[in-house]
């Protein structure tokens, strides 16, 4: 087991400081994903305006894993 640590921006950083074991790369990558999903859940539709929230996983080596980045653009409403 290796130690990845969530690093979270949703306008302002949010640094992982203990990290959490998984078997392998992959398994923190899924959990990335989760991790994510589950954030933009709790916002129940107020993404806005924000709109960009990013989480960096990182190893015990400092080396990144993966990036997810979700940005929204919300749309100005056209005049008929």
């Known amino acids: 087991m290796a130690r990845y640590f ?3 921006h949703d306008g302002t950083d949010q640094p992982d400081e203990t990290g959490t074991e998984f078997a392998d ?4 990558r899924d959990a990335a994903v989760v991790f994510m ?10 993404f ?3 709109g960009e ?4 996983v990182v190893d015990e080596s400092g080396a990144t894993v993966c990036t997810i980045r979700v940005t929204g653009d919300q ?4 005049r008929a």
């Not at 790369?25 to 923190?28: D, G, I, R, V, Y």
């Not at 929230?53 to 960096?56: K, T």
């Open 6 to 8: 969530f690093h979270f």
């Open 37 to 46: 999903g589950e954030k933009l859940r709790e916002l129940d539709g107020d």
């Open 25 to 28: 790369a992959k398994a923190a």
């Open 53 to 56: 929230w990013s989480i960096r």
């Open 75 to 78: 749309a100005t409403p056209q």
């Open 48 to 50: 806005w305006p924000e």
